[in-house]
């Protein structure tokens, strides 16, 4: 079977956790953005937002990237699904590493990712709107608009959950028979 790769973005809040959960479930490997920046921040002492920007300043745009390039290497895995993409850089990378490489994007409102993230908790989470909109201006600011508005697949997470998730299985069912068919030598769709 060729490998296949797979992107999601989308804002904070938006569901891209959920759609990751999904292809845990159908086996694939996930590698997450953010827990890369995580890591990092955690070694370095800081909070996830600072070293986020401040590895872009020191490595340049490519670095996050490229570490989820390196752990994808590593991997014994066919299967992959990359979480968290921000920026059209990053995009470019991953489709010249990885042909047939696609993006999902999962979108939900402001106001019901605010809403996600109250409830939620995480330690990067907020429960103030104005630090919850500055989180989103620092998305934005990355590129992740284009990212959405370029990617292959998206998902509307408005509805229950149980509605992502059925939407989310189907596309990477697609997309994993894909790979399977490339590899047996049938054509891409492009
Ligand atoms: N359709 C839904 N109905 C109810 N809860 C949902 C729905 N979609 C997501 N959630 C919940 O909202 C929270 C945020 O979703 P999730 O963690 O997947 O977002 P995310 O896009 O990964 O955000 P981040 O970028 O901040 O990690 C989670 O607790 C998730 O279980």
């Not at 490998?3 to 845990?24: D, L, Q, Y």
């Not at 996600?116 to 934005?140: I, M, N, P, T, W």
């Not at 229950?160 to 189907?170: E, F, G, S």
Request: proline share 3%; aromatic share 8%.
């Amino acid at each position: 079977m060729n490998m296949v790769v797979i992107g999601v973005t989308g804002m904070p809040g938006a569901g891209k956790g959920v759609v990751s959960r999904i292809a845990e479930s159908m086996g694939f490997r996930v590698i997450r953005m953010g827990d890369v920046i995580r890591d990092e921040a955690r070694k370095r002492g800081e909070d996830p937002g600072v070293t986020a920007v401040r590895l872009r300043e020191e490595y340049g745009k490519y670095v996050v990237a490229e570490k989820c390039v390196e752990r994808i290497q590593e991997s014994e895995s066919e299967m992959f699904l990359i979480e968290g993409i921000r920026s059209p850089h990053e995009v470019e990378i991953f489709r010249k590493r990885f042909p047939g490489f696609r993006v999902i994007s999962v979108f939900s409102t402001r106001k019901t990712r605010f809403r996600r993230l109250r409830k939620r908790q995480r330690e990067d989470d907020s429960q103030r709107y104005a630090e919850f909109v500055e989180r989103d201006e620092r998305e934005l600011g990355f590129g992740i608009g284009d990212v959405i508005a370029t990617s292959d697949y998206m998902i509307v997470n408005e509805g229950p959950i149980w509605k992502i998730k059925k939407q989310a299985k189907q596309i990477l069912r697609k997309l994993a028979e894909k790979g399977e068919e490339s590899s047996r030598g049938g054509q891409e769709d492009g």
